[in-house]
């Protein structure tokens, strides 16, 4: 059959053999693709660089040839121009505005087709000087405020501002004063102080890839006349565009600064609709990032101050560059056949779409149909095939989508999917049998058996598609079945072997079960089958196959014989209720079985839970039922969460207990004025099911407080002051809008009550001013909480005291006495409780050197109402004077007389030298030379001894009149540690420290001082020396 082909004229077996070997071959051809397209270039003026490379890189087979398009014409590349290819890339020497600036389109070809880039513009950077003219000064009165203009020269593109002050780099901040508005450069100062005086210049810059450029302008004198001291409100002078259009994903930016004294405030809002977390909000300035259409309104920008308002409204419309919806893909397509093509985009405004054909426009004609995104093909012809592109563009860009069409013409061919080879069927079953040869146009498909042609029948079908399918297989029907196709460009056939096996059989088939909610369950399934044949399972649910591996460890197998299925399933869940199929299947047929199996459980979650009657306290919900998953609903439970919590809470409901065949309650014990979210959940034996969804949220009506305000208190502040503290109300119970506390309040032991209104929940203090108000007098207070709807109960009456006042006398007797050389002790007489001006904290004793001004004394404070203090810390053999006072909350009191006291002269400088011992029994006996006092030291009244007897034991305190001491030692006494040092008027002097030793003989001299040993003799270390002092401290 396959020698038919020859009849096929010869123009048409070139062009099937060249399609049939492109297919085949190793490396297959197709059209241009890109890889890397040319971008927006910015080049800067007087650069340095000589050239700019416009990229260009596409992937092909055979490879791409490339050309270049300027504003829509074709670049010659001669020999002697500036421009040149280098590979794809553009490479343009010397580029120079006049010439080069525009746009540049890259072209790539080969055999399959053409395609052309995006379109990539080339522009020029620069940033000319400022006018050399003159500026004019300007003269304001100082407290007004004023506007140096910068009038930038001609640039491109934008810049950035700043301002010089009198000369280069004094740059003026942005402090909420002073403004740089970053559109028209303008400096702006709300309010002049003296400090503006002097020269402004523009300095403005330009940044370019990694070039940077300045210039400034000429500087303009700013001279102040007066001031004007007097407040205004604000007037709005630096504004942002009424209609600010900006590109989704950018970031935008308005500017508002207004004049006026104090310094106004500027705040933002969105009219319509809500504020985006993507603000960025620095006072003159709104940047929104990443802008989307959600940002899209009307904004208004507020200046305040203390003497008004003044506001302005700007919209801000977002548009959108064009993004492909959907594109269009390589296609290949038979000869004859037809084809539709779509391609979709966003953008805005709309994108316009339009088509090219190997970089050409295409437009409707013949077979061709273009309609916007549509592109329609009737009957393909072969040269119909090439590299088509679909444009969507719109004033802020165009985005390009390309696609080969291959249009094919191929006799029938079964090399690659030949009719199985030996076919297996079933008794008493079906078997299907593809011909799917292939071939373009589609062929025409014969089957025969044997030699008998096949046709049609009550066994027999061939569907349009060529498939052979035979039913109610028998024996008798095994044989060689062949497909026979044929097209115009010729025929060929393909040969196959039927056999026929034993069908597959259900032999035990699973039965339907109830069980509950966390029960295992076995469904059962064995089969017979052909034992020539392998035989598997498989189990469905709902006609969904089951996956073993993704159960979660709910399916598992309950046997590994091959005649048997049955299926294990663990810890069932609602989700495992329906219909189960067990199929048998071989290779040839397959026998499947179904059984039903429910599971029982909590309720499912109720449907549509709707708030109305939206009282104060109270809203009526209604709901409708859920799936009761195979066991009755016994009751409901109703939860809500306010928008202070996200935590769900159960509500108290009427009635009480909500019957399972309700579907309306009461909730009750809401507080008003707050917003609520409100979910129903279904419960029944099983337990208690998933929440319904969240209801929208409402707002319970408003109504008079019903709390009074808590943490009641006060005190402190000025003179003649009574300051009033308390804890601001929570929003939860505020009950309404309009918040506001009402103080009560009188002085202790009168009549009338005075009261104060106080708005804003959030004030959390209020100060009363009356010279009649004497230092910490008590008052009584009450405070209230109102809104719009009323005013709520009283606090309960608290004491709040007056502002204190300094201690007005000052105590007496004032003793004060030397202690060593270093230290003293003050006393003095304390001043009468009823003399106090207020709550009364402690003294404070001043002391200074004889010779000096009090104003420097040195101060020591006491806590509480002690009466007398230890001061330290002073220098040895000096008069100091000293006087005390009293002090409380508002400050220190009058000073008492002043006392004299003169600190002894310090302790000898020399520890005690040429220490020896001798033992006697068990007694050591120490001597040491005497210290005699110089003129300017205290006499020596004695010395102390720290004596240890090793390093981890408790030192012992010996005091000695003379220069030697005896102590009682152990009968195993072998070495101790000493510190001898003189004590007297003064304290104590510096210690001599030895390590005594039994077996280093009798009367042994050892040291004279702390710094020279002698032989026998060892110098504590500094850490013994601290633990000796710590345990004489300690004594």
Same mark, same amino acid.
């Given at each position: 059959?396959?020698?038919?082909?020859?009849?096929?004229?010869?123009?048409?077996?070139?062009?099937?053999?060249?399609?049939?070997?492109?297919?085949?071959?190793?490396?297959?051809? $197709?059209?241009?693709?890109?890889?890397?397209?040319?971008?927006?270039?910015?080049?800067?003026?007087?650069?340095?660089?000589?050239?700019?490379?416009?990229?260009?890189?596409?992937?092909?087979?055979?490879? /791409?040839?490339?050309?270049?398009?300027?504003?829509?014409?074709?670049?010659?590349?001669?020999?002697?121009?500036?421009?040149?290819?280098?590979?794809?890339?553009?490479?343009?020497?010397?580029?120079?505005?006049?010439?080069?600036?525009?746009?540049?389109?890259?072209?790539?070809?080969?055999?399959?087709?053409?395609?052309?880039?995006?379109? /990539?513009?080339?522009?020029?950077?620069?940033?000319?000087?400022?006018?050399? #003219?003159?500026?004019?000064?300007?003269?304001?009165?100082?407290?007004?405020?004023?506007?140096?203009?910068?009038?930038?020269?001609?640039?491109?593109?934008?810049?950035?501002?700043?301002?010089?002050?009198?000369?280069?780099?004094?740059?003026?901040?942005?402090?909420?004063?002073?403004?740089?508005?970053?559109?028209?450069?303008?400096?702006?100062?709300?309010?002049?102080?003296?400090?503006?005086?002097?020269?402004?210049?523009?300095?403005? !810059?330009?940044?370019?890839?990694?070039?940077?450029?300045?210039?400034?302008?000429?500087?303009?004198?700013?001279?102040?006349?007066?001031?004007?001291?007097?407040?205004?409100?604000?007037?709005?002078?630096?504004?942002?565009?009424?209609?600010?259009?900006?590109?989704?994903?950018?970031?935008?930016?308005?500017?508002?600064?207004?004049?006026?004294?104090?310094?106004?405030?500027?705040?933002?809002?969105?009219?319509?609709?809500?504020?985006?977390?993507?603000?960025?909000?620095?006072?003159?300035?709104?940047?929104?990032?990443?802008?989307?259409?959600?940002?899209?309104?009307?904004?208004?920008?507020?200046?305040?101050?203390?003497?008004?308002?003044?506001?302005?409204?700007?919209?801000?419309?977002?548009?959108?560059?064009?993004?492909?919806?959907?594109?269009?893909?390589?296609?290949?397509?038979?000869?004859?056949?037809?084809?539709?093509?779509?391609?979709?985009?966003?953008?805005?405004?709309?994108?316009?779409?339009?088509?090219?054909?190997?970089?050409?426009?295409?437009?409707?004609?013949?077979?061709?149909?273009?309609?916007?995104?549509?592109?329609?093909?009737?009957?393909?012809?072969?040269?119909?095939?090439?590299?088509?592109?679909?444009?969507?563009?719109?004033?802020?860009?165009?985005?390009?989508?390309?696609?080969?069409?291959?249009?094919?013409?191929?006799?029938?061919?079964?090399?690659?999917?030949?009719?199985?080879?030996?076919?297996?069927?079933?008794?008493?079953?079906?078997?299907?049998?593809?011909?799917?040869?292939?071939?373009?146009?589609?062929?025409?498909?014969?089957?025969?058996?044997?030699?008998?042609?096949?046709?049609?029948?009550?066994?027999? !079908?061939?569907?349009?598609?060529?498939?052979?399918?035979?039913?109610?297989?028998?024996?008798?029907?095994?044989?060689?079945?062949?497909?026979?196709?044929?097209?115009?460009?010729?025929?060929?056939?393909?040969?196959?072997?039927?056999?026929?096996?034993?069908?597959?059989?259900?032999?035990?088939?699973?039965?339907?079960?109830?069980?509950?909610?966390?029960?295992?369950?076995?469904?059962?399934?064995?089969?017979?089958?052909?034992?020539?044949?392998?035989?598997?399972?498989?189990?469905?649910?709902?006609?969904?196959?089951?996956?073993?591996?993704?159960?979660?460890?709910?399916?598992?197998?309950?046997?590994?014989?091959?005649?048997?299925?049955?299926?294990?399933?663990?810890?069932?869940?609602?989700?495992?209720?329906?219909?189960? !199929?067990?199929?048998?299947?071989?290779?040839?047929?397959?026998?499947?079985?179904?059984?039903?199996?429910?599971?029982?459980?909590?309720?499912?979650?109720?449907?549509?839970?709707?708030?109305?009657?939206?009282?104060?306290?109270?809203?009526?919900?209604?709901?409708?039922?859920?799936?009761?998953?195979?066991?009755?609903? /016994?009751?409901?439970?109703?939860?809500?969460?306010?928008?202070?919590?996200?935590?769900?809470?159960?509500?108290?409901?009427?009635?009480?207990?909500?019957?399972?065949?309700?579907?309306?309650?009461?909730?009750?014990?809401?507080?008003?004025?707050?917003?609520?979210?409100?979910?129903?959940?279904?419960?029944?034996?099983?337990?208690?099911?998933?929440?319904?969804?969240?209801?929208?949220?409402?707002?319970?009506?408003?109504?008079?407080?019903?709390?009074?305000?808590?943490?009641?208190?006060?005190?402190?502040?000025?003179?003649?002051?009574?300051?009033?503290?308390?804890?601001?109300?929570?929003?939860? $119970?505020?009950?309404?809008?309009?918040?506001?506390?009402?103080?009560?309040?009188?002085?202790?032991?009168?009549?009338?009550?005075?009261?104060?209104?106080?708005?804003? /929940?959030?004030?959390?203090?209020?100060?009363?001013? &009356?010279?009649?108000?004497?230092?910490?007098?008590?008052?009584?207070?009450?405070?209230?909480?109102?809104?719009?709807?009323? #005013?709520?109960?009283?606090?309960?009456?608290?004491?709040?005291?007056?502002?204190?006042?300094?201690?007005?006398?000052?105590?007496?007797?004032?003793?004060?006495?030397?202690?060593?050389?270093?230290?003293?002790?003050?006393?003095?007489?304390?001043?009468?409780?009823?003399?106090?001006?207020?709550?009364?904290?402690?003294?404070?004793?001043?002391?200074?050197?004889?010779?000096?001004?009090?104003?420097?004394?040195?101060?020591?404070?006491?806590?509480?109402?002690? !009466?007398?203090?230890?001061?330290?810390?002073?220098?040895?053999?000096?008069? $100091?004077?000293?006087?005390?006072?009293?002090? &409380?909350?508002?400050?220190?009191?009058?000073?008492?007389?002043?006392?004299?006291?003169?600190?002894?002269?310090?302790?000898?400088?020399?520890?005690?030298?040429?220490?020896?011992?001798?033992?006697?029994?068990?007694?050591?006996?120490?001597?040491?030379?005497?210290?005699?006092?110089?003129?300017?030291?205290?006499?020596?009244?004695?010395?102390?001894?720290?004596?240890?007897?090793?390093?981890?034991?408790?030192?012992?305190?010996?005091?000695?009149?003379?220069?030697?001491?005896?102590?009682?030692?152990?009968?195993?006494?072998?070495?101790?540690?000493?510190?001898?040092?003189?004590?007297?008027?003064?304290?104590?002097?510096?210690?001599?420290?030895?390590?005594?030793?039994?077996?280093?003989?009798?009367?042994?001299?050892?040291?004279?001082?702390?710094?020279?040993?002698?032989?026998?003799?060892?110098?504590?270390?500094?850490?013994?020396?601290?633990?000796?002092?710590?345990?004489?401290?300690?004594?």
């Amino acid at each position: 059959m396959g020698g038919a082909a020859g009849f096929v004229c010869t123009s048409l077996a070139v062009v099937t053999c060249v399609v049939w070997c492109q297919a085949q071959s190793s490396t297959r051809t $197709y059209g241009p693709v890109f890889e890397e397209q040319p971008a927006h270039t910015l080049f800067p003026e007087g650069s340095a660089e000589e050239k700019v490379t416009m990229a260009c890189r596409a992937r092909a087979s055979p490879p /791409a040839t490339y050309r270049w398009k300027m504003n829509g014409t074709e670049l010659k590349m001669e020999p002697d121009s500036r421009y040149r290819l280098v590979a794809g890339d553009l490479v343009i020497s010397n580029p120079v505005k006049a010439k080069d600036a525009g746009s540049y389109q890259c072209v790539a070809s080969n055999s399959r087709g053409t395609v052309v880039s995006r379109e /990539a513009s080339l522009r020029f950077g620069f940033l000319q000087e400022f006018s050399a #003219e003159e500026r004019d000064p300007v003269k304001i009165t100082e407290g007004w405020g004023v506007m140096f203009a910068c009038s930038p020269p001609p640039h491109y593109p934008g810049l950035s501002y700043r301002w010089l002050l009198n000369e280069f780099p004094n740059f003026i901040p942005a402090d909420g004063r002073r403004f740089v508005s970053q559109t028209t450069g303008n400096l702006y100062i709300a309010k002049t102080e003296a400090s503006d005086l002097g020269n402004y210049s523009c300095f403005a !810059t330009s940044h370019i890839d990694f070039i940077t450029k300045s210039v400034f302008s000429k500087f303009s004198r700013l001279s102040l006349a007066a001031e004007d001291a007097r407040q205004y409100a604000p007037s709005i002078k630096a504004r942002f565009p009424a209609d600010t259009y900006a590109l989704a994903g950018q970031m935008v930016t308005l500017e508002c600064f207004a004049f006026g004294n104090p310094v106004p405030r500027i705040k933002w809002r969105k009219l319509d609709g809500s504020q985006a977390s993507k603000w960025i909000s620095r006072e003159p300035l709104l940047q929104i990032q990443d802008v989307g259409f959600e940002d899209e309104g009307t904004y208004e920008c507020e200046a305040e101050n203390i003497k008004g308002r003044d506001t302005y409204q700007g919209r801000i419309i977002i548009q959108a560059q064009p993004e492909w919806l959907k594109v269009i893909t390589d296609t290949e397509a038979d000869i004859g056949s037809d084809l539709r093509w779509s391609c979709a985009a966003a953008g805005k405004p709309r994108p316009a779409v339009r088509w090219l054909r190997d970089g050409q426009p295409l437009t409707s004609q013949n077979r061709i149909e273009v309609s916007g995104g549509e592109l329609k093909f009737s009957k393909l012809v072969l040269e119909d095939s090439g590299m088509y592109q679909c444009v969507a563009e719109n004033k802020h860009g165009t985005v390009y989508a390309s696609a080969e069409l291959t249009v094919q013409a191929l006799a029938p061919d079964f090399r690659l999917n030949p009719v199985k080879r030996l076919i297996p069927a079933a008794r008493s079953g079906k078997v299907i049998i593809p011909c799917q040869p292939r071939a373009a146009p589609k062929a025409t498909v014969l089957w025969t058996k044997g030699t008998e042609l096949l046709i049609n029948s009550s066994r027999v !079908t061939i569907t349009t598609d060529g498939t052979l399918i035979l039913q109610n297989i028998s024996k008798s029907d095994e044989g060689k079945y062949t497909c026979f196709a044929e097209n115009f460009m010729g025929k060929a056939n393909s040969t196959g072997i039927l056999s026929v096996r034993d069908a597959t059989k259900i032999t035990l088939a699973p039965s339907s079960a109830d069980i509950n909610v966390g029960e295992n369950l076995t469904l059962q399934c064995h089969a017979s089958h052909d034992p020539t044949m392998d035989l598997t399972f498989t189990w469905s649910l709902d006609d969904f196959p089951i996956d073993f591996d993704k159960s979660e460890g709910h399916y598992r197998r309950a046997s590994v014989k091959e005649a048997v299925g049955d299926l294990t399933i663990l810890n069932t869940q609602l989700k495992h209720s329906g219909r189960y !199929t067990c199929t048998a299947q071989t290779v040839v047929d397959s026998a499947s079985e179904s059984a039903t199996l429910t599971v029982r459980g909590p309720p499912g979650p109720p449907g549509g839970v709707v708030v109305r009657d939206i009282g104060d306290t109270s809203v009526q919900l209604s709901w409708s039922r859920g799936f009761d998953n195979h066991s009755p609903i /016994a009751r409901y439970l109703v939860e809500a969460r306010t928008l202070l919590s996200n935590k769900w809470k159960q509500m108290r409901t009427n009635p009480v207990n909500i019957e399972g065949n309700a579907e309306t309650a009461q909730v009750v014990n809401l507080i008003p004025w707050m917003d609520y979210e409100f979910r129903v959940l279904a419960s029944n034996i099983l337990g208690v099911g998933e929440p319904s969804l969240p209801s929208s949220k409402i707002r319970t009506k408003e109504a008079a407080p019903t709390v009074a305000p808590s943490g009641l208190g006060g005190g402190g502040g000025a003179p003649n002051e009574l300051i009033i503290n308390w804890t601001p109300t929570l929003r939860d $119970y505020q009950n309404g809008d309009g918040f506001g506390y009402i103080l009560s309040f009188r002085k202790k032991g009168t009549q009338g009550w005075l009261t104060a209104r106080v708005p804003h /929940a959030e004030s959390l203090h209020y100060v009363y001013r &009356n010279e009649s108000i004497g230092p910490y007098t008590p008052f009584e207070v009450k405070i209230k909480a109102y809104n719009r709807k009323g #005013e709520g109960p009283e606090s309960l009456t608290a004491i709040v005291y007056s502002a204190e006042e300094e201690p007005k006398v000052a105590p007496f007797r004032v003793t004060a006495k030397a202690v060593l050389s270093s230290e003293m002790d003050v006393s003095w007489e304390p001043v009468e409780q009823g003399d106090m001006t207020g709550v009364l904290l402690g003294y404070e004793i001043r002391y200074w050197k004889d010779g000096d001004k009090e104003e420097a004394a040195d101060r020591v404070r006491t806590a509480g109402l002690v !009466t007398s203090a230890h001061v330290t810390g002073l220098n040895p053999n000096t008069k $100091y004077h000293v006087s005390v006072r009293a002090y &409380n909350r508002a400050g220190t009191g009058p000073p008492s007389p002043s006392t004299n006291v003169t600190t002894t002269k310090p302790p000898p400088r020399r520890p005690p030298g040429n220490i020896s011992w001798t033992f006697s029994g068990s007694t050591v006996s120490i001597k040491w030379d005497p210290v005699v006092a110089h003129a300017d030291e205290s006499a020596v009244t004695g010395y102390k001894m720290l004596y240890r007897q090793d390093s981890h034991s408790a030192p012992t305190l010996y005091l000695a009149s003379k220069s030697r001491i005896d102590i009682p030692v152990p009968e195993d006494f072998t070495h101790a540690f000493v510190q001898i040092r003189v004590t007297g008027p003064g304290g104590d002097g510096v210690p001599a420290e030895v390590h005594i030793l039994r077996n280093s003989g009798t009367s042994m001299m050892v040291e004279d001082s702390v710094t020279r040993p002698v032989p026998h003799a060892v110098i504590v270390t500094n850490s013994l020396v601290m633990l000796a002092l710590i345990g004489y401290l300690e004594l």
